[in-house]
């Protein structure tokens, strides 16, 4: 039972565009998000993370939205460089809880 | 300043033979954990331990053991390795428990088993 999906396992985006990444959960009880990077054979790096109580967070080039009605939540990279080419992972928790549950990866590339 | 280091890097073993995946950290983090990557599977706790001294289940716990030697250090154990068990394993540490602070990954201990 997959509880975190990320539907998408690639995605090709043109360098200085858009590249919107998305995750969809199932567990109503999640209140706490978390994007992660990671580049071939390094381990994932944090990158971004959301409250329940907000609907977007900002850092930089980064923006998480999360819709809690729907049970999804997005990452949009603006613009999009080629060193941003990695695997995203979504990931999910209770805030204050020690288990990350992670979804499957949306491998992005960015297109020079 | 190193972050959270695991050894080995790569290691192959014969189904049936045990080992001891090492992980370090030097952040003074309180909370470590132990995950397995495999294809379309995304990450997978096995277990962690949120402080010295004490250690829990994750969600995939079965045919492994771990120990927290220190502060420092957490070990997971393939007692008799099977087949099953060829992944990526990555060692994790945090400040405290999740939402506090992000969870810091080493880069992982790809193994084999044939």
Known sequence: DQQVKQNSPSLSVQEGRISILNCDYTNSMFDYFLWYKKYPAEGPTFLISISSIKDKNEDGRFTVFLNKSAKHLSLHIVPSQPGDSAVYFCAATNFGNEKLTFGTGTRLTIIP | ?114
């Open chain 2, 1 to 114: 300043n190193a972050g959270v280091t695991q050894t080995p890097k790569f290691q192959v073993l014969k189904t049936g033979q045990s080992m001891t995946l090492q992980c370090a950290q030097d952040m003074n983090h309180n909370s470590m954990y132990w995950y397995r990557q495999d294809p379309g599977m995304g990450l997978r706790l096995i277990y962690y331990s949120a402080s010295e001294g004490t250690t829990d289940k994750g969600e995939v716990p079965n045919g492994y053991n771990v120990s927290r030697l220190n502060k420092r250090e957490f070990s997971l154990r393939l007692e008799s390795a099977a087949p099953s068990q060829t992944s990526v394993y990555f060692c994790a540490s945090s400040i405290g428990r999740v939402g506090n602070q992000p969870q810091h990954f080493g880069d992982g201990t790809r193994l084999s088993i044939l």
